[in-house]
């Protein structure tokens, strides 16, 4: 089977450029250096899914070429993964999109966007979406693909990574429990987010990323969740030649 991912974007919270920042990676003139935030496309068997609204989702589908969902999964309920949400209008006009997320990130998503969920008067029209608690460790089934939640650490908040086939995609991570790696073997591709090279009490570093991609052994890593403390060129030239620097817009393919 062929399986195809789109990273969106792997910036941080803010993106980059940074608002009135004069780093040199917010000046940058390389492209590379403009990081939306982060969210991801994955195609396999006829089926599109999603991980994360960011809030730049409505570019990021136009840029991509999106046209349906057939699924939503949320790896947190962090603004710069989840407050594109309401984006899903259009996506979701002629039917709901079923949306998958840990139980404490779908109570988020009904506290912030109660509206959804609300008897209101017709304008615009609003997202709908089918809202589905998933347990850690409990597959998804969407079509003939199996989507599995990974469970992991940001700081102290309890989130997830999702697996479609041999693709693995991990972002705000600041550690992979133990119980975790069986979940993450036999990777083709892996995306893992490498915040910046200081450290940091909810991110990976650099380093640290480094480190779980020797652990976990994917045939391919892309580091994601980049800041502006980071250029690109920087990553190019202190990782290995199987790790690589993700870029808004990367288009990657493997087979299972």
Same mark, same amino acid.
């Given at each position: 089977?062929?399986?195809?991912i789109? @990273?969106m ?6 993106g ?17 250096? $403009?990081?939306?935030?982060c969210s ?7 089926e599109?899914? @999603?991980i ?10 136009l840029? &991509? +070429? ?10 947190? +309920?962090? &603004?710069d /993964?989840? /407050? ?8 979701s ?5 079923? +949306?998958y ?6 109570d #988020?998503?009904k506290t ?10 017709? +304008? ?6 089918? @809202?589905? &608690?998933?347990?850690?460790?409990e ?8 989507i ?9 908040? *309890? ?18 429990? *133990?119980t ?6 036999n990777l ?10 200081k450290?940091?009490?909810? /991110?990976f ?12 052994r994917? #045939? $391919? ?6 800041? /502006?403390?980071?250029?690109?060129? *920087? ?6 030649r ?15």
């Amino acid at each position: 089977m062929d399986y195809r991912i789109t @990273l969106m974007g792997t910036g941080t919270s803010i993106g980059i450029p940074v608002p009135g920042c004069k780093c040199s990676t917010c000046r940058s003139i390389d492209k590379r250096n $403009r990081r939306s935030r982060c969210s991801a496309f994955i195609e396999a068997a006829g089926e599109k899914i @999603l991980i994360d609204t960011s809030p730049e989702l409505r570019l990021q589908a136009l840029s &991509a +070429g999106i046209d349906r969902l057939d699924a939503v999964f949320w790896t947190h +309920g962090h &603004a710069d /993964h989840l /407050h594109g949400l309401d984006d899903l209008r259009a996506l979701s006009r002629d039917k709901p999109i079923p +949306g998958y997320a840990s139980q404490e990130t779908c109570d #988020e998503i009904k506290t912030r966007f109660d509206y959804l969920w609300k008897n209101t008067q017709r +304008g615009g029209g609003k997202a709908r979406i089918n @809202l589905r &608690a998933v347990a850690p460790g409990e597959p998804v089934q969407v079509g003939p693909l199996q989507i599995m939640p990974i469970p992991l650490k940001h700081g102290n908040l *309890q989130v997830f990574g999702w697996r479609c086939g041999p693709i693995a995609y991990i972002t705000d991570t600041s550690e992979i429990p *133990q119980t975790s790696y069986p979940l993450l073997e036999n990777l083709k591709i892996l995306v893992i987010g490498a915040l910046r090279f200081k450290n940091h009490s909810t /991110h990976f570093t650099v380093e640290q990323a480094l480190e779980e991609i020797k652990k976990i052994r994917p #045939e $391919r890593a892309y580091l994601t969740h980049i800041s /502006h403390e980071v250029s690109h060129r *920087q990553l190019m030239k202190g990782t290995p030649r199987w790790v690589y620097p993700a870029r808004d817009g990367l288009t990657l393919k493997t087979r299972e």
